[in-house]
């Protein structure tokens, strides 16, 4: 996964957040973060041309219509369905971590459904389904979202007449989680197609297919306000369907941010925000028993 570089926590030579690195040493005395390391996953192959492709998208900012309660910050194990036509100006991410302030100026950046839609336009793809899913990704209960949660996202998807699952995650918990849901997804018969911007954790889940763009978390496919850009980010994830193989494979978006000093600014901004993030990691814990560790090592066992 790259070399950390000296004395910056979190930081590798590539240029990349390493963020287990990150949050485990800003969250001592807790015990890491645990994160599954599975092994290669099922891959499905996309029946149709990629222009021919009915699209659906799953994210994990959390977002919900504007008059619609938001969900709960943790372990909320429901899917909404959101029309393909809403107006931006209805949507809202409810993930509690600070990573969603992008979305909160542009719902694209986490919810790219708009982007889907010009890509359907331009014949880079055949359509968008009707409804989207939203979830909110900060999920620790890895068993009952493989048996029960992927499953229904699945069988919804089909039911819209998908042929492709573009999934996009938010927080370093999201990544896992939405992994974990497009493992299962592709091996119910659907293919499935990532953004990640945490590359160290996609490494270690490993979804089948994932387009690593090295923004800060939060910027799921571009910057805000940068249609541009986040429709060509989502065009080459997208193309990454077509692709039989290597499992879990990663590519590298030839996208850069502006300021290159950014993953410091992020590391600096994790250990300013210490406190916060321990009180996040709280939700790991129930009654004194490390239980997301449980959840790791169960769904370890099992993929």
Avoid at 15 to 33: H, Q, T
């Amino acid at each position: 996964m790259g070399d950390r570089v000296a004395g910056t926590a979190g930081v590798s030579r590539g240029g990349y957040v390493r963020y287990l690195d990150l949050i485990n040493s800003v969250s001592r005395p807790l015990p890491p973060m645990p994160v599954a390391d599975l092994g290669p996953p099922v891959l499905t192959p996309l029946g149709v041309p990629l222009a021919g492709a009915r699209v659906m998208l799953l994210g994990s900012a959390g977002g919900h219509l504007r008059e619609d309660p938001p969900f709960a910050p943790v372990n909320d194990l429901g899917f909404r369905r959101i029309p393909a036509g809403t107006d931006p100006a209805r949507l809202r991410p409810s993930h509690p971590t600070p990573m969603r302030r992008p979305g909160l100026r542009d719902v694209n950046v986490v919810f790219p459904y708009r982007r889907l839609a010009e890509l359907a336009a331009d014949g880079v793809i055949g359509g968008v389904t009707e409804v989207h899913l939203s979830m909110l990704g900060a999920i620790k209960r890895l068993r009952a979202l493989a048996d029960e949660v992927a499953p229904a996202v699945a069988a919804e998807a089909r039911e819209q007449g998908a042929d492709l699952l573009f999934v996009v995650p938010l927080c370093p918990a999201c990544h896992q989680a939405m992994a974990v849901v497009a493992r299962v997804v592709e091996r119910c018969g659907l293919p499935t197609v990532c953004s990640t911007n945490a590359r160290d954790i996609t490494m270690l889940v490993k979804p089948p297919r994932s387009g690593f763009l090295n923004f800060p978390l939060g910027n799921c496919v571009g910057r805000p306000l940068q249609a541009g850009e986040q429709r060509a980010a989502c065009a080459d994830i997208l193309a990454l369907a077509t692709r039989s193989e290597p499992a879990a494979m990663i590519v590298d978006l030839p996208f850069q941010w502006p300021d290159p000093t950014w993953p410091e600014q992020v590391a600096a901004q994790y250990q300013q925000e210490a406190d916060v993030l321990r009180r996040q990691r709280a939700s790991e814990f129930h009654h004194g028993v490390h239980y997301a560790a449980d959840e790791v090592a169960a769904i370890t066992g099992r993929f």
